[in-house]
Antibody, heavy 120, light 110 residues
Framework: EVLLVESGGGSVQPGGSLRLSCAAS????????MSWVRQAPGKGLEWVSA????????YYADSVKGRFTIARDNSKDTLYLQMNSLRAEDTAVYYC?????????????WGQGTLVTVSS | QSALTQPPSASGSPGQSVTISCTGT?????????VSWYQQHPGKAPKLMIY???KRPSGVPDRFSGSKSGNTASLTVSGLQAEDEADYYC??????????FGTGTKVTVL
């Protein structure tokens, strides 16, 4: 059974930093690209960032480019999202999601999400 | 990258069909066959219902079907059931290593 479990969310002041983790199990982690998708309270889904299976290639939405860094540790089957210079508009539930096939082709498994609140 | 356009709401009685549209551009929906549909119940994570425009993952009822014409993709739910009441989002590969979601449609079973 595929499982994705996010952690690391919480409350942070504007300008602060947070690192999210996503522990994966039930599939061959290095074989698949992974992504982060967020959902602001009462709003729709927003793609944030993606990383290839090897970790060599990363992609970012314009809204987070230069502030967020996606990474993975294939020895630990874990995905990360380092979030710096956080803004109020980054407040959202952050989901990690497993790519269907290649990079960014769609997502067949999602974690339960972790809430990030940016507020003073 | 702008969000794909979906109607805010759709509804139908049990047993009826409802179709949701998802309009993009030739740079996303129209340019690739990597269109997916996701179902999201309140407080839950999204669930994949359709991928590659028309394909259903194992376990998804065949009441759910997808199609695409030009820059618009569609999801049809036939034989509506109470448990189909949820938010539905389309998503598409958008080139240049980007992915874009739709604005979301709330489906109500009357």
């Amino acid at each position: 059974e595929v499982l994705l479990v996010e952690s690391g969310g919480g409350s942070v002041q504007p300008g602060g930093s947070l690192r999210l983790s996503c522990a994966a199990s039930g599939f061959t982690f290095p074989t698949y690209g992974m992504s982060w998708v967020r959902q602001a309270p009462g709003k729709g889904l927003e793609w944030v960032s993606a990383i290839s299976g090897t970790g060599d290639t990363t992609y970012y939405a314009d809204s987070v480019k230069g502030r967020f860094t996606i990474a993975r540790d294939n020895s630990k089957d874990t995905l990360y999202l380092q979030m710096n210079s956080l803004r109020a508009e980054d407040t959202a539930v952050y989901y990690c999601a497993k790519d269907l096939f290649g990079d960014i082709t769609g997502y067949d498994y999602w974690g339960q999400g972790t809430l990030v609140t940016v507020s003073s | 990258q702008s969000a794909l356009t979906q109607p805010p709401s759709a509804s139908g009685s049990p047993g009826q069909s409802v179709t949701i549209s998802c309009t993009g551009t030739s740079s996303d929906v129209g340019g690739y066959n990597y269109v997916s549909w996701y179902q999201q119940h309140p407080g839950k994570a999204p669930k994949l219902m359709i991928y590659e425009v028309t394909k259903r993952p194992s376990g998804v009822p065949d009441r759910f079907s997808g199609s695409k014409s030009g820059n618009t993709a569609s999801l049809t739910v036939s034989g509506l059931q109470a448990e189909d009441e949820a938010d539905y989002y389309c998503g598409s590969f958008a080139g240049s290593h980007n992915y874009v979601f739709g604005t979301g449609t709330k489906v109500t079973v009357l």
